[in-house]
Nanobody
């Protein structure tokens, strides 16, 4: 099955940084793209970033371009989301999922518990 464990969230001040980790079951990164998504209270889940299988290409939502960087470590079956210059509007629960395509439009498997990111002074 496709299972993920997200970690690394926390409370950070505006302008600060966090690095999220997404550890996948098995060698998922060899077969699928991995997307990062987030959901704020009362809002729909939105795509944040997408990294291709093997980590060769990445895409980002316009709202995070230049601030977030997604990387992968295939040996560890882990995808990271480095978040810099965080803004209050980045506050959300962040999830990762296996996906198809360069924009991670189609996700697979089940959602994990996510990790909470709170940006506040």
């Amino acid at each position: 099955q496709l299972q993920f464990v997200e970690s690394g969230g926390g409370l950070v001040q505006p302008g600060g940084s966090l690095r999220l980790s997404c550890t996948a079951s098995g060698s998922i990164l060899d077969y699928y793209a991995i997307g990062w998504f987030r959901q704020a209270p009362g809002k729909e889940r939105e795509g944040v970033s997408c990294i291709s299988s093997g980590g060769g290409s990445t895409n980002y939502a316009d709202s995070v371009k230049g601030r977030f960087t997604v990387t992968s470590d295939n040996a560890k079956n882990t995808v990271y989301l480095q978040m810099n210059n965080l803004k209050p509007e980045d506050t959300a629960v962040y999830y990762c999922a296996a996906a198809y395509g360069s924009r991670c439009k189609v996700t697979l498997g089940s959602w994990g518990q996510g990790t909470q990111v709170t940006v506040s002074s």
